[in-house]
């Protein structure tokens, strides 16, 4: 595929692929670790509470399977956590069950970022695929106008990637808050769920650096500048 064969691809794109290799690995290590340490309340209880502290009560909480897979459908207005979250009572638990009632209160005051992310999705999901088949197929056959479409298509998801950080960040510093606030987490516990949760924002800037880097060695493989 196209710049595998290419150092320079290796070079812009190797410290971002090592640094999500680390952030994955930290993710599991301090998932790990919260999953050991014991909370009052499950996850399930723990978003309910963080929600209606916030006022929130049109959002449904639904159990689905999986590991980490744990997510707000904001359309459906859908909390759905993993049986390990939904059920835990661990700190993993309920910190991860509280970051993601943080992205419904987001959704509840209108964060403006979330709304951009949400929009971007359709455009994002598209390009993530179509748009670098766009680009190897414009390559293969000297197509400019294919490959500048296809580059344009990937810039979506790198737009999509830079506003989603500060969503997910700011998720996480209202189950913070939420946390301790409401009781549920102690402060001499949070450190276990401060650690998991920068953890898991590191995969999003691993992410993002990534889609950035892809998108600037597309521009000059196809600039015609060294």
């Known amino acids: 595929m196209l710049g595998l064969f290419d150092p320079m691809y290796w070079l812009m794109i190797g410290p971002p692929l090592l640094l999500a290799l680390f952030a994955q690995g930290w993710v599991k290590s301090t998932y790990a670790a919260a999953m050991k340490m014991p909370a009052p309340l ?34 459906a207005k859908v909390l759905r956590l993993s049986r390990e979250v939904y059920q835990g009572r661990t700190l993993a638990a309920v910190g991860i ?5 943080g992205h419904a209160i987001q959704d509840a005051r209108s964060y403006a970022p979330l709304i951009v992310r949400n929009a971007a999705v359709p455009l994002a999901g598209f390009g993530s695929g179509a748009g670098m088949w766009m680009v190897i197929g414009g390559a293969i056959f000297s197509i400019q106008p ?46 276990y769920v401060n650690k ?31």
Request: a negative charge; zero cysteines; aromatic letters at 6%.
């Open 42 to 75: 499950s996850g399930a209880a723990a978003a309910q509470h963080v929600m209606n502290s916030a006022g929130i009560s049109n959002v449904d909480i639904e159990e689905i399977p999986g590991e980490l897979s744990d997510h707000y459908d904001s359309r």
């Open 146 to 191: 294919l490959v500048t479409l296809g580059i344009m298509l990937f810039a979506a998801v790198v737009f999509f990637q830079v506003v989603n950080l500060p969503v997910e960040f700011n998720a996480s510093h209202r189950a913070k808050d939420q946390l301790v606030g409401l009781g549920i987490v102690t402060q001499q516990d949070m450190p």
């Open 97 to 101: 069950a509280a970051h993601e009632a």
């Open 196 to 226: 998991m949760l920068n953890a898991a924002a590191m995969t999003y800037v691993a992410a993002t650096l990534q889609a950035v880097m892809t998108l600037l060695y597309l521009i000059m493989r196809f600039s015609g500048r060294d």
